[in-house]
């Protein structure tokens, strides 16, 4: 398995997010995603693509997201590879006696999987539940 650095192409998202069937967001803004992530991780075999990871942040706070492996790859460790090599980059960014906060999103029933990986599950002793808003715009009559 090779794990390639900011190579994440819009087709290899398209299509690894159908392969979990995540629902995609518009082009424009998944072109645009792509584009401005911190850091990205993919993992080919053969040439395919067959996984993915994805940082967003500013240095001090850090959004892990669009982990996927393909489902015919999955339980090898691809995903292990993939967030440990994204756990590295903010670790190396991460400046001597500072700290920084690595959040994310877990899928039902996929949390076990990140406390492996050393997160912790919220609300705990200090932090209330993680929240989110999803904003939706109608297309216009146009598009
Ligand atoms: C979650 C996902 C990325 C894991 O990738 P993967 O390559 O199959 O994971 P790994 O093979 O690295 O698994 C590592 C360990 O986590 C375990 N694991 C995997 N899924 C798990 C789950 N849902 N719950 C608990 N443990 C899990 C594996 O059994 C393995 O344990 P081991 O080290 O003791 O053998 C993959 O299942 C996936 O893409 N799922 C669909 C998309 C998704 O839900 N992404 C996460 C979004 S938050």
């Not at 390639?4 to 998944?30: G, H, I, P, T």
């Not at 075999?45 to 790859?73: C, F, K, S």
């Not at 406390?115 to 715009?137: A, D, T, V």
Request: contains cysteine; charged residues 25%.
């Amino acid at each position: 398995m090779e794990y390639r650095e900011n190579a994440l192409s819009y087709e290899d998202y398209c299509r690894l997010r159908k392969s979990v069937s995540w629902q995609l967001f518009s082009k424009e803004q998944m072109r645009e995603a792509i584009s401005r992530s911190l850091y990205t991780i993919t993992a080919v075999e053969d040439g395919l693509t067959v996984g993915m990871g994805r940082l967003i942040g500013d240095g001090m706070y850090y959004l892990l997201a669009d982990l996927v492996v393909h489902p015919a790859y999955q339980e090898r460790g691809i995903g292990t590879g993939i967030a440990n090599r994204l756990m590295k980059y903010v670790e190396d960014k991460t400046p001597a006696g500072g700290r920084s906060s690595l959040q994310l999103i877990a899928e039902k029933g996929k949390e076990g999987f990140y406390e492996k990986l050393g997160f912790k599950r919220i609300p705990h002793e200090f932090c209330g539940s993680g929240m989110r808003k999803i904003i939706r715009k109608a297309p216009t009559s146009l598009s």
